[in-house]
């Protein structure tokens, strides 16, 4: 019952009013809501997200690399880097790496994405290998994307992504919510 008010209640918030569509025109998408996350919330996030295996190298000589212990979280124009525990097997591996990751707005509205800038690992036999081709961007448009019941139709809750903004202590993340009907999807 609260879910169901609660629904529509953002349904009411979100829908423009008929009277005023197209009335006012918008020239940067409007924000919702506002999330903050905290640097200690951020290596939370990334220590959840380990052990992390990555395979490196071919058939004849593979490599398992496994990710720990991500620490000393760094935030700065655009870019987010922290230590990391690495181990390999078979070949034995055991450094802290410092991976750079950057944010990029690739415009159009369409969201953000994360992507590895370096990962450089020296392992035994084989050399430094940077490992950033190993790992794909990391898209990021939607925060929650819900299939609800609204007075016993379908629709949909979709909370989109506008804006991150890297801070020195925290990521602030702007939000926009978006209710349809499941006929407008």
Same mark, same amino acid.
């Given at each position: 019952m609260v879910r169901v008010?609660?629904?529509s209640l953002l349904a009411l918030m979100t829908l423009p009013s008929p009277g005023l569509a197209g009335s006012v025109p918008t020239t940067t998408p409007r924000e919702d809501l506002t999330i903050i996350l905290q640097s200690?919330?951020?290596l939370g996030l990334l220590s959840s997200a380990?052990?992390? /295996? *990555?395979?490196?190298? &071919?058939?004849l000589l593979r490599e398992t690399l496994t990710f720990t212990e991500p620490r000393n979280l760094l935030l700065q124009a655009g870019r987010i880097s922290?230590?990391?525990r690495c181990r390999g097997t078979p070949?034995? *591996?055991?450094?802290?790496?410092?991976p750079v $990751?950057? $944010?990029? /707005? !690739?415009?159009? &509205?369409a969201g953000y994405r994360v992507v590895v800038e370096s990962l450089p690992v020296a392992i035994p036999g084989l050399g430094t290998v940077d490992l950033k081709d190993l790992f /794909?961007?990391?898209e990021i448009q939607s925060l929650l994307r819900q299939s609800v019941f609204?007075?016993?139709? !379908?629709?949909?809750?979709?909370?989109?992504?506008r804006r991150i903004t890297l801070r020195a202590d925290r990521i602030d993340v702007g939000a926009s919510i978006r209710l349809t009907s499941d006929r407008g999807r």
């Open positions: 008010f609660v629904f200690s919330t951020i380990t052990p992390y /295996e *990555v395979h490196v190298g &071919g058939s922290f230590s990391v070949v034995a *591996v055991d450094q802290t790496l410092r $990751l950057v $944010l990029k /707005e !690739p415009g159009g &509205g /794909e961007p990391i609204l007075q016993g139709r !379908p629709a949909w809750v979709d909370v989109q992504v």
